[in-house]
């Protein structure tokens, strides 16, 4: 052959052939050493360069596209056209630069396995319990959408198979499989843009994620029949070939697989703290690629196999969970770019063979995008779905993305297609899940009821109270006990409290998010750690028909897990929604650090949409060695210390309605610091009026009630507020403040620049700071039900 010191193509050329031979590139760039050599010789620095150039045009087409509101896997999508022939690929530097012929074979390699494991990732996140227990509606909706997007699809191709459609379409033969291949939406394609919508804990999110895997699952079956009859173009025994075998190796997976890996999750330990054999992980890890080689032999489809393999792993902790933690940065971020890179550059959006062959094509789309939206619809509406749900739940049924370029370059691959068509194609799943996001984004607008406005204030005295605690980890136990338990009065029969305990889970390891209600005595593995309910449930049995409890599990993203709270406090009539502030801590000081983040974002969000009063709480208890301070709950006698400061308006007017009720309990000891201020206005004067009513009633409740002190003092200044406080001194357990102080807005707002947890107002942020640390008690902000006027909130 040519000289083996050079790295250039070789071309060999026959009588009737032309062959390029390619020297094998070095993978590193010896820095000085290599200064005489272009950055193509060597692998790893080109690949580097190449994701980089990707996430730079990704990031910048982000900025452009932001107003508009897509979805990230399309601007990676047009992203990736871009650096192909289309825009810069067309440049001849920057086309011999970034992807010499050397290079494309490790590209297209890696981006193959970035595609399976892309598909093994994504059916680890499906939940195969919504297709084995969907009920009517969703099995009736999913085939209907599916029949009627095929029909239409085939009812355009025969209206203009005289008249429109050009002899190459024709020729090419892939009109056989189009329509089945657009019938089927895709759980990868949904779920990521549903997630950047914030939908997924949404009911109408929940049924699209579950139609999402039906179609999934049904779209396996139509897969494999095409598969089987394009490997018959090769000859028949290859078509009957790939289909028996791939049976085969599907009925493996499901009859022995499926049990296997069910067998050894159920083995392993559950709860948060506890992680899988890193052998263990380690094996599932290269499972993915085994069944990709055997389906790939068998004449079968690569991605398929290890989304099979994915569907079949139980989703979340403890195994679903930290395999989604290893993969899904890597081949989110590293691999799959490479994916968009190399399907930019098999084609340009501008090599048009001929307008009627473009026209063609995009009108096929839509046509079979048309007819998923009408059957979806009109299945929906007959099962008495809201007419603005069912249109939004057709639309997202539309959403096309990264499974729909995968089945155009396997048809290319196959020859059923050729790139400029693909490209048209291409140009058509872009354009419709542009036109249908920002819709989707639009109809599913949440309405907000104004007039649903629950509270402690206006519950009856002597009528049940519905309570929910959220609950993020063991830590918040503790207290949120002895806050409930202070709250009880054993000798008032006639006022039970109702409880809802929510456990609030991040999710990770599956795409849709899941509320469970959980019986008593009984948890799901991977949905909840059974001590948190085990400890409720034991002060239940002792409170006999004191509390009633009712324990959930949400496990749902922190941005939209708010929605899950709100829910249920609305189908439960809560009153109170308590939910707990992470605070990190340094143990070795007095001091403690910045709140959690995804906690206050949680809080922040419920505080907004809750139907009714909300409690932040911040626990203090575990953060010094005060807990022995808090006598537990399982000891005869029950000693709890709370304080509460009063300056006036209805977030303080709630607070004191929920410490009216703790100190019906003979165990409690209260102290009432109420701060007057001269009046400012006629809406003060109204919020006076209502504070004065509400303070008699109170004082006069416990007027022969012992342990309960009252201090009422007039305040002019910041000052003088703070020296108010400063003398209540710091022998709490709880002090609970209201949020928000409208009555004394000007002194309030002097403190306002000093906050630094909004979500605790003002007063409940002053006694969270380190200037109380030595305090130790825990702080209960209250806010009551805000009403707004604007009665919808754009996602």
């Not at 949020?739 to 620049?753: F, M």
Request: aromatic share 10%; hydrophobic share 45%.
């Amino acid at each position: 052959m040519a000289s083996r010191a050079s790295n250039n193509p070789v071309n060999i050329t026959g009588a009737s052939s032309q062959k390029t031979c390619l020297v094998p590139q070095k993978i590193w760039y010896n820095g000085y050493q290599s200064r005489n050599r272009s950055i193509y010789y060597y692998s790893l620095p080109l690949l580097l360069l190449q994701i980089i150039t990707f996430i730079f045009i990704t990031s910048f087409l982000r900025l452009i596209f932001r107003p508009l509101k897509q979805p990230m896997m399309i601007i990676e999508i047009i992203a990736g056209i871009l650096m192909g022939p289309t825009l810069l690929g067309s440049y001849n530097d920057f086309d011999d630069l970034l992807f010499p012929a050397q290079g494309q074979m490790l590209s297209e390699t890696l981006s193959w396995m970035g595609i399976i494991y892309y598909h093994f990732v994504e059916g680890l996140k499906q939940d195969l319990s919504s297709v084995t227990h969907a009920g009517k509606k969703e099995f009736v909706i999913c085939v209907t959408g599916m029949l009627s997007s095929s029909l239409f699809a085939l009812f355009f191709i025969f209206a203009t198979a005289a008249w429109l459609i050009p002899d190459p379409i024709k020729a090419l033969g892939f009109l056989k499989f189009f329509p089945q291949a657009m019938a089927i939406t895709n759980f990868a394609v949904v779920q990521p843009i549903l997630a950047e919508l914030g939908l997924l804990n949404y009911e109408l999110g929940r049924l699209s994620m579950s139609l999402s895997v039906m179609n999934n699952a049904l779209g396996l079956i139509i897969a494999l029949v095409n598969q089987s009859i394009r490997q018959s173009r090769r000859g028949l025994l290859n078509g009957l070939y790939t289909f028996i075998s791939s049976c085969a190796m599907y009925v493996f997976l499901l009859v022995v697989a499926w049990p296997v890996v069910t067998w050894v999750v159920r083995r392993m330990p559950a709860g948060s703290t506890t992680r899988p054999d890193q052998g263990l992980v380690f094996s599932f890890l290269l499972l993915p690629l085994l069944a990709a080689a055997a389906s790939d032999l068998m004449g079968g489809s690569l991605p398929q196999a290890a989304l099979v393999l994915g569907m079949l792993i139980p989703p979340g902790p403890p195994l679903g969970s930290v395999l989604v933690e290893k993969l899904e940065a890597f081949v989110r971020y590293f691999l799959l770019p490479l994916f968009f890179v190399v399907n930019g550059r098999k084609f340009s959006v501008f090599d048009i063979p001929d307008w009627a062959t473009w026209w063609f094509l995009l009108l096929l789309t839509f046509s079979s995008c048309l007819g998923k939206f009408v059957g979806t619809t009109l299945s929906a509406l007959c099962f008495e779905m809201p007419y603005r749900e069912s249109l939004t739940l057709a639309l997202i049924m539309c959403f096309k993305g990264i499974v729909e370029l995968l089945v155009f370059v396997n048809w290319m691959r196959f020859q059923v297609i050729d790139g400029p068509r693909v490209a048209t194609l291409e140009v058509a799943i872009i354009t419709m899940t542009t036109i249908t996001t920002p819709l989707v984004r639009y109809l599913a607008r949440r309405s907000t009821s104004p007039n649903i406005r629950r509270s402690i204030e206006q519950t009856r005295p002597n009528s049940e109270f519905r309570l929910m605690m959220c609950i993020h980890d063991e830590d918040n136990v503790p207290t949120l006990l002895n806050l409930l338990q202070a709250s009880t009065n054993p000798k008032k029969r006639s006022h039970p409290i109702n409880l809802c305990v929510l456990h609030l889970v991040q999710l990770v390891g599956r795409g849709a998010p899941v509320l469970t209600a959980h019986k008593k005595h009984r948890t799901d593995q991977g949905l909840s750690h059974p001590a948190i309910f085990r400890a409720f449930e034991n002060l239940a049995k002792r409170s006999g028909d004191l509390l009633v409890l009712n324990p959930f599990t949400s496990i749902s993203p922190h941005k939209t897990m708010h929605h899950d709270v709100c829910t249920l406090a609305m189908d439960k009539k809560v009153s109170l929604v308590i939910i707990p502030l992470h605070r990190q801590t340094s143990y070795g000081s007095e001091a403690t650090s910045g709140t959690d983040r995804a906690s206050r974002l949680i809080a922040r969000n419920v505080l907004y949409d809750a139907p009714c009063s909300v409690g932040v709480l911040f626990d203090r208890s575990n953060m010094r060695n005060h807990v022995s301070r808090w006598i537990s709950t399982t000891t005869g006698e029950f000693s709890f210390r709370v304080g509460i400061v009063f300056l006036g308006g209805a977030d303080d007017r709630e607070a004191l309605c929920c410490v009216s009720r703790m100190v019906e309990n003979p165990g409690v000891s209260l102290m009432v610091l109420r701060c007057l201020a001269p009046y400012g206005g006629l809406d003060h004067e109204r919020e006076r009026v209502l504070d004065d009513e509400l303070m008699g009633e109170f004082r006069l409740k416990t007027l022969q009630r012992e342990g309960v002190v009252y201090r009422e003092e007039m305040v002019l200044n910041v000052g003088e507020m703070v020296n108010s406080i400063r003398s209540m001194g710091c022998d709490f357990d709880l002090m609970v403040v209201g949020r928000q102080h409208p009555v004394h807005s000007l002194i309030v707002d002097a403190l306002t620049g000093w906050t630094e947890c909004v979500e605790l107002g003002v007063i409940g942020d002053f006694f969270a700071s380190s200037d109380f640390a030595n305090c130790g008690a825990s702080v209960l902000s209250v806010q009551q039900k805000i009403i707004r006027f604007d009665c919808t909130v754009m996602l």
